[in-house]
C-alpha cells in the first residue's frame, strides 16, 4: 500500500511539473530595443518591461506615452517599432494592436541576413555571468575563451591581480603537441607568422606564473578558427556605429548562436555603452 501511495504521489508531482512547465510557451520574439516604460502583462501578472526581454504569445505589453519598443522575432521574419501609448497582444507571427499606432514592420538587419533564425539573447547571458565570475586569485583568460574567434590570427589576453609578473604562455593542438611557447612580460601575447592556424580545428591555450612567494598558477581555455565563409558573413552584418540598437542586437544574437562568443561580447560592450545603467546589457557585456 505504500508503495502504491508512493507511486501515485510520483504521477502527480510529474503531472504537476507538465502543467507547470506546459504552462509556458516558448518565446517568439525578444525585446531588442527599449525606451521609456513599457508593462509586460500575462495573464494577471504586470512586470517591468525590459531590454532582451522574451516575449510569449498571447502576452501583451503596455507602452505609456513617448515610449518606444522593437520586437525581434525569432523566426527572422522581421522586427516590429511600437511606439506608445499603446497596447499590443504579442502574436506567433506578429505584434497586434489592440490601442493605438499600429506596429511598423522592418527587416531584421536591415534585410542583409535574409530570414536568420535568431535564439534569444537571455540563455546566453547566464553563460557569460558564470564565465565572468571565475574564483578570486586565478588568472582570467578573457580572449579568446572556449569560443569560436574571426581573429585571424587572434590575440591572447588575460588578467590577474598581481602586478609587474612574468607569464609563461603555452599553444597546443587537439593532439596535445606544443605549438608555441614564449615568456610575456605584460598579459597580453601574439603568435609568430611561422604559426598557422588551420579552421575549425580546436586549440588549447595556457598561461601560467609564479609568484615571489612560490604560489603558481595556471589557467587553460580553448578555441578554433571560424572558416573563411563565416567571417566574410560577419565582416558583411557587421552593423555601422550610427546603426539603431535593433540592429546591434540582432547581430549580437545572431553571433551567440554561432558560437562567436568573444565577438559578441564586442558588440554588447559597445550597446551597453551606449545605453548606461542597463543591467541586462552590462552583464552580457562583462568580461
Not at 71 to 85: C, Q
Not at 177 to 186: A, S
Request: overall charge positive; some cysteine.
Amino acid at each position: 500500500m505504500a508503495l502504491c501511495a508512493l507511486f501515485r504521489s510520483g504521477m502527480l508531482m510529474a503531472a504537476l511539473w507538465m502543467l507547470v512547465a506546459g504552462a509556458h510557451a516558448a518565446p517568439v520574439a525578444m525585446v531588442s530595443d527599449l525606451q521609456g516604460k513599457a508593462t509586460l502583462i500575462a495573464g494577471t501578472a504586470r512586470t517591468r518591461l525590459s531590454m532582451l526581454a522574451e516575449l510569449e504569445p498571447d502576452a501583451q505589453v503596455e507602452l505609456d506615452a513617448g515610449a518606444r519598443m522593437v520586437a525581434l522575432y525569432l523566426d527572422g521574419s522581421g522586427e516590429y517599432l511600437v511606439t506608445g501609448p499603446a497596447l499590443v497582444a504579442i502574436r506567433a507571427q506578429q505584434p497586434q494592436s489592440i490601442k493605438g499606432a499600429a506596429a511598423q514592420k522592418r527587416p531584421v538587419l536591415g534585410g542583409k541576413a535574409g530570414e536568420v533564425r535568431l535564439k534569444s539573447a537571455g540563455a546566453a547571458q547566464g553563460a557569460l555571468v558564470m564565465r565572468s565570475a571565475g574564483p578570486k586569485g586565478r588568472i582570467r583568460l578573457l580572449n579568446p575563451g572556449g569560443t569560436r574567434t574571426v581573429e585571424t590570427p587572434p590575440e591572447f589576453r588575460w588578467q590577474f591581480e598581481a602586478a609587474g609578473v612574468a607569464y609563461r604562455f603555452e599553444l597546443l593542438d587537439e593532439t596535445g603537441k606544443l605549438l608555441y611557447e614564449t615568456e610575456v612580460k605584460g598579459t597580453a601575447a601574439t603568435l609568430p607568422e611561422t604559426v598557422a592556424l588551420a579552421e575549425n580545428a580546436a586549440y588549447t591555450w595556457t598561461v601560467s606564473t609564479r609568484l615571489a612567494d612560490g604560489r603558481k598558477y595556471s589557467s587553460t581555455s580553448d578555441f578554433s578558427i571560424a572558416p573563411a565563409n563565416v567571417r566574410q558573413q560577419v565582416a558583411a552584418l557587421r552593423p555601422a556605429g550610427t546603426a539603431p540598437v535593433s540592429d546591434k542586437v540582432a547581430y549580437a544574437a545572431w553571433l551567440e548562436q554561432l558560437e562567436l562568443k568573444d565577438e559578441a561580447r564586442k558588440v554588447w560592450r559597445a550597446l551597453a555603452a551606449e545605453r548606461p545603467g542597463d543591467a541586462r546589457l552590462e552583464s552580457l557585456a562583462r568580461e
